[in-house]
């Protein structure tokens, strides 16, 4: 995979993005292994941007594994501080399934009850209405009764 390259003011924008997250990744005394490698590409996958912590003295060590990194995974290169070292790469789309079994899930429903004097604003209430439950004319929540048969279709059963 290609290298990214960045404009500076991208590179600025995703280190200021960077800077409140902790290392995902860390990389031990083995190096850069190809069970860490995963790891880092699992990472960039969910994530997207990220920060590895690498506990080696070698500052030229640390500077070849960011390198083979950026390589082999396709990540941008953001920066490299210390024992940090911070990649980013685009998270790929995610394709929704459509379940055609699935029932309604909640929604927000606005109800206005308005004041038996006239002059007087209705007052406004958010309420959350679940998938068993259904709204009443005087702007309750009830939960869903199941559908009854009547007694003569219960009896034909």
Do not use: C
């Not at 990540?75 to 501080?81: D, K, L, T, W």
């Amino acid at each position: 995979m290609p290298q990214i390259q960045l404009t500076p003011a991208e590179r600025r924008e995703q280190r200021a993005n960077a800077h409140h997250l902790a290392p995902v990744v860390m990389v031990g005394g083995d190096g850069l292994t190809p069970a860490v490698q995963k790891e880092i590409d699992a990472a960039l996958n969910a994530h997207g941007l990220i920060k590895v912590r690498v506990f080696n003295d070698d500052r030229a060590a640390r500077e070849l594994m960011y390198q083979q990194l950026t390589a082999e995974l396709g990540a941008a290169p953001i920066q490299h501080i210390g024992k940090l070292l911070v990649l980013w790469r685009p998270q790929p789309t995610k394709e929704r399934a459509v379940d055609e079994d699935r029932m309604p899930g909640p929604r927000d429903v606005k109800v206005l009850k308005y004041s038996k004097r006239g002059g007087q604003r209705p007052e406004i209430k958010q309420l959350r209405v679940l998938g068993n439950q259904r709204l009443t004319s005087g702007g309750q929540i009830k939960r869903a009764k199941p559908k009854q048969k009547s007694i003569k279709k219960r009896q034909a059963d």
